[in-house]
């Protein structure tokens, strides 16, 4: 815990730290052999394949409704805690589900090309959480150091920020709204033209 913050502040900053970096980290590590998962109902070919990475990302938002009681808990006893931020990390959450959906459909689909993705990206999340302000806040890491900047190239730093952010009073920088604006458009932009161009050959891959 750093200097100068109390327990009760840090609890919730942590607890709803890693209930958002699971719900990001399963749905990516997931995507990537979700269609190797679901080989038969591919074939079958009853199911769009935007229909299973929908389930995936539904299944693991169900998981984080389950657990966000006991992390509310934590959050309604902090200090910091403000109602008024309610409905900026809704619609924080709902940025960081459309992202989730937009690359889960990319790295489903580049699963089932090159299937040793699935492994390259449970290792590329374990680094990336140390990069993430979890069990330690973003101001830590000052933008001068190779740490902040690291951390401001992260986008699992920026999902995170928009919705834990407005609940507990903690600063967003500005340049999290424009990285999560390009990264929205690039994940839109990508998705479409990768489903369209290569959907098609995923039976074939499989």
Request: charged share 10%; no cysteine.
């Amino acid at each position: 815990m750093q200097p100068g913050i109390s327990a009760p502040n840090f609890l919730a900053h942590v607890g709803m730290g890693f209930l958002v970096f699971r719900l990001l980290s399963t749905v990516l590590v997931d995507a990537t052999s979700v269609f190797a998962s679901s080989q038969s109902y591919i074939y079958d070919g009853h199911l769009r394949l935007t229909d299973f990475v929908l389930r995936s990302v539904a299944r693991s938002f169900y998981y984080f409704m389950l657990s966000l009681p006991v992390v509310a808990i934590a959050v309604l006893a902090s200090p910091q805690f403000d109602p008024a931020g309610l409905a900026a990390s809704i619609a924080g959450m709902a940025v960081v589900l459309l992202n989730l959906f937009l690359y889960g459909v990319l790295f489903s689909i580049a699963g089932v090309r090159f299937p040793d993705l699935h492994e390259l990206m449970g290792s590329a999340i374990m680094a990336l959480f140390l990069i993430t302000p979890i069990v330690w806040y973003s101001n830590a890491a000052s933008a001068e150091t190779l740490h902040g900047q690291l951390m401001r190239l992260n986008p699992l730093y920026h999902l995170l920020a928009v919705v834990r952010g407005p609940l507990l009073q903690e600063t967003i920088e500005l340049t999290t709204y424009a990285y999560l604006g390009g990264l929205t458009l690039v994940g839109v932009l990508l998705a479409s033209v990768v489903y369209g161009a290569k959907a098609r050959r995923v039976p074939v891959w499989l």
